[in-house]
């Protein structure tokens, strides 16, 4: 089970970035999808997930309103749109493979490598 997460890079406040989270074992259809993201010396925090069940989706209230996660079937491809950035967003992101729905990083079982979005003037 592999995922790559990318996307990230450099933007400036108020700017937008989209990562994207690509299987290449799997259908991600099977699994519930989580983005996370980790800054050093803190836990690593769930930001958004969708359901693999009915493709409903949730957001930590930090980015509730910026942040918009989806997914394309057809290119086996989970999306985190992130508009209105503040330097606060900058972190590693993860995205994350799980059976269920869940805020909890323990409950994912397979991950991707992370990609750094870092948010500057």
């Known amino acids: 089970v592999q995922l790559q997460a990318s996307g990230g890079g450099l933007a400036q406040p108020g700017g937008s970035l989209r990562l994207s989270c690509v299987a290449s074992t799997f259908s991600l259809d099977l699994y519930a999808i989580g983005w996370f993201r980790q800054v050093p010396g803190k836990e690593r925090e769930q930001i958004s997930c969708?359901?693999?069940?009915?493709?409903?989706?949730t957001y930590a209230d930090s980015v509730k309103g910026r942040f918009t996660i989806s997914k394309d079937s057809s290119k086996n491809t989970v999306y985190l749109q992130m508009n209105s950035l503040k330097p606060e967003d900058t972190a590693v992101y993860y995205c994350?493979?799980?059976?269920?729905?869940?805020?909890?990083?323990?409950?994912?079982?397979?991950w991707g490598q992370g990609t750094q979005v870092t948010v500057s003037s």
């Open positions: 994350a493979a799980g059976a269920v729905q869940s805020g909890l990083p323990g409950q994912y079982d397979y």
């Open positions: 969708i359901s693999s069940y009915d493709g409903s989706t």
